[in-house]
């Protein structure tokens, strides 16, 4: 496979995944409390949200670059 087909299917792939997702959620844990021995943490969920128009721009990219290396062929 040429490099342009391995990249066209990873933005394809990344773009139906981030259409799919739209976000990427992660957990941190935090100290509340440390006084001494006597430590209290925490787990707070965040989320890295990821709009949509960034799945749709890869995936366009992704199907763009496999339609032009094809045509070159």
Sequence with gaps: MRTNTIIAVILIALGI?????????????????????????????RTLPLPPIVGAVALAGGIALLVMGRKKD
């Design 17 to 45: 995944v981030a259409i799919a997702y739209q976000g990427i959620t992660y957990t941190t844990k935090e100290n509340v409390v440390d006084i001494g021995p006597l430590k209290v943490t925490s787990e707070k969920s």
